[in-house]
């Protein structure tokens, strides 16, 4: 006999006082998650729970909810979405999402096996682990570490050291000043307006970087399959070296190319009194270097 499958939705909102500086970790096995700046001296967090499952199974699982809310506070440490495993049930699932508003003053430690992630305004430092969905952060002063299974990652206004690791989907990142780390296995990478240090290593997939060059910056892309756009302003000063291993390579920079039957090189100096150094190979895949103004 078939049993009829009940989904309940309950809601839930916390105010839990804090001073200096924040420590928020946040758990969910299904939902989303958006942290956000707020005021100095409290965390609200606003919760939506769904259960699915058997009608009796959905009412044990609220009512514990109800009971034990997923918030608990320990000085200015924050642990939200920790559901007990009392809770679980054979035939009933659980997913939440989470809002919550904290202290710029705040570092965020999140991981969510399936939904997105959006963290905003906030010190850091910062990091974000997700098995299935996307994630977005911007404006984060301190360290960055994005972890991504399967999804895309679009960060802007980074001021620390950001590092992503992303097994499968495009990374975008906009006004990064400190250095970058990045390791795509399978996607496209979008740089735009980068500070001095950037090593970037894509296994599949085409990136396309412009950017002014920071005096002293040093930027190694590397590709095993897929091509690279660089778009640089004119002006620029730095030492570059690009190298398709198997393709072609399309130049506008005053460089010296060289090709042959495995492939193509540019190489050589912008500007006077150059300290930057750029390095871009492909093994499988076309390099185009251009100006900014083309």
């Given at each position: ?145 994005v972890q991504v299974d399967s999804g895309d990652a679009e960060g802007g ?138």
């Amino acid at each position: 006999m078939w049993e009829i499958l009940h989904r309940v939705k309950r809601t839930f909102e916390r105010s839990l006082p804090v001073t200096g500086h924040v420590r928020l970790e946040v758990r969910t096995e299904s939902g989303d998650v958006a942290v956000r700046e707020g005021a100095d001296d409290v965390v609200r967090v606003r919760g939506r729970i769904w259960v699915s499952g058997p009608r009796d199974e959905v009412r044990e699982v609220l009512e514990e909810i109800e009971r034990h809310p997923p918030v608990e506070q320990i000085g200015s440490t924050l642990r939200i979405g920790d559901l007990p495993s009392r809770l679980e049930r054979d035939n009933c699932s659980v997913a939440a999402d989470y809002w919550i508003e904290a202290p710029v003053d705040t570092e965020v430690q999140v991981e969510v096996d399936s939904g997105d992630v959006k963290i905003v305004g906030l010190r850091g430092p910062v990091v974000a682990k997700l098995g299935s969905g996307d994630v977005e952060v911007a404006r984060i002063e301190g360290d960055l570490e994005v972890q991504v299974d399967s999804g895309d990652a679009e960060g802007g206004q980074l001021r620390g050291r950001a590092w992503f690791d992303i097994d499968s989907g495009d990374l975008d990142l906009c006004d990064v000043r400190g250095p970058v780390r990045a390791v795509v296995d399978s996607g496209d990478v979008a740089l735009a307006d980068l500070g001095p240090e950037l090593e970037l290593s894509v296994d599949s997939g085409d990136v396309s970087l412009a950017s002014a060059v920071p005096d002293g910056a040093r930027w190694r892309v590397y590709t095993d399959s897929g091509d690279v756009a660089v778009c640089l302003p004119r002006g620029s000063r730095c030492v570059m070296e690009a190298e398709a291993s198997s393709g072609d390579l399309d130049c506008d920079l005053p460089l010296v190319v060289e090709t042959d039957d495995e492939g193509a090189s540019a190489r050589g100096t912008l500007g006077e009194g150059a300290t930057a150094r750029i390095e871009i190979s492909t093994d499988n895949g076309d390099i185009a270097l251009r100006w900014r103004d083309r």
